[in-house]
Nanobody, 121 residues
């Protein structure tokens, strides 16, 4: 069974930086896109950034120029470098990956358990 494990959340002051990591482990054939979503209290989960298997990146407008998503294909790991953090970035950040369990099967969404990022003003 495949799983995603996040790390790197925590408490940081406004203007500071954090780096999130998410590693995919277990049994699977391939990974398509990997990305990060976040959910703030009382709000819906939203896309933060995504990187495709080909390296194409997309970002939410609210994080463009401040966050950078990257990927280590050999380690099945995705990173989110977050700079110039703002209080409104406070949320639980979830890792997402589109995994294909074996040849010929459908791609399925997998989610990590989430890591809390708190930005104080």
């Amino acid at each position: 069974q495949a799983q995603l494990v996040e790390s790197g959340g925590g408490l940081v002051q406004a203007g500071g930086s954090l780096r999130l990591s998410c590693a995919a482990s277990g049994t699977f054939f391939s990974i398509n896109a990997m990305g990060w979503y976040r959910q703030a209290p009382g709000k819906e989960r939203e896309l933060v950034a995504v990187i495709t298997s080909g390296g194409r990146r997309n970002y939410a407008d609210s994080v463009k120029g401040r966050f950078t998503i990257s990927r280590d294909y050999a380690k099945n790991t995705v990173y989110l470098q977050m700079n110039s953090l703002k209080p409104e970035d406070t949320a639980v950040y979830y890792c997402n990956a589109e995994l294909r369990r074996s040849i010929g099967t459908m791609v399925a969404d997998y989610w990590g358990k989430g890591t809390l990022v708190t930005v104080s003003s």
